[in-house]
């Protein structure tokens, strides 16, 4: 089946440093990726999608120039958490879709912890 | 918010068929069910999708009622690596260049018991 590929899977890191996690499809080219959070015991949250060559649209409540999300390329996103707080402390997940009917897929996540 | 409904947690033993149900009675008519499920600590994988027909494939088997106000999850032999957290959701597929968003609910924590 098709693969997400997301990296790192676990950060930890100091108060305010900026944080970028990678998520690629390597074996299809997504129009569409989605990032996603979880907090504990919660269910996934989606924060923003995004479009190759455009701007991400960000989920109410999001705040864009704090998730920076860049999408580069048909097979790559990145999402940069800026000056980290332990507030942002999460499981940041990312998925990619391409058009029609066929489903999302899903990276295996990247811990954030900020101390 | 989700558009669907799921028990929050249910048993199975280990070698029978676990059935997972969902409540979608307010779906729209181009609006597909996805199932996914979370193990722990992982990122959602995806288990089968369909329209109004029953679907197939090697890891479940997906029941949608005749009128796709609800829908089962079939596992047909549950193993210990199914414990997991399911999740049932309604998406309308867009074809004009961005895919529909994937709004999760609660869920089902499925607990595959020796």
């Known amino acids: 089946g098709a693969v997400v590929s997301q990296h790192p899977s676990r950060v930890i890191c100091k108060s305010g440093t900026s944080v970028k996690i990678e998520c690629r499809s390597l074996d299809f080219q997504a129009t569409t990726m989605f990032w996603y959070r979880q907090f504990p015991k919660q269910s996934l949250m989606l924060m923003a999608t995004s479009n190759e060559g455009s701007k991400a649209t960000y989920e109410q409540g999001v705040e864009k120039d704090k998730f920076l999300i860049n999408h580069a390329s048909l097979t790559l996103s990145t999402l940069t958490v800026t000056s980290a707080h332990p507030e942002d402390s999460s499981f940041y997940i990312c998925?990619?879709?391409?058009?029609?009917?066929?489903?999302?897929?899903f990276g295996d996540g990247t811990r954030l912890s900020i101390l | 918010d989700a558009k669907t409904t799921q028990p929050p947690s249910m048993d199975c033993a280990e070698g029978r068929a676990a059935n997972l149900p969902c409540n979608h009675s307010?779906?729209?008519?181009?609006?597909?069910v996805y199932w996914y499920r979370q193990i722990h600590s992982q990122g959602p994988q995806y288990i089968i999708h369909g329209l109004k027909n029953n679907e197939t494939n090697e890891m479940a088997s997906l029941i949608i009622t005749e009128d796709r106000k609800s829908s089962t999850l079939i596992l047909p032999h549950a193993t210990l690596r199914d414990t997991a957290v399911y999740y049932c959701i309604v998406r309308v597929p867009d074809y004009g260049g961005s895919q529909g968003n994937l709004i999760f609910g609660k869920g089902t924590k499925l607990s595959v018991k020796p």
């Open positions: 998925s990619a879709g391409t058009l029609g009917v066929q489903p999302q897929h």
């Open positions: 307010t779906i729209s008519g181009n609006e597909y």
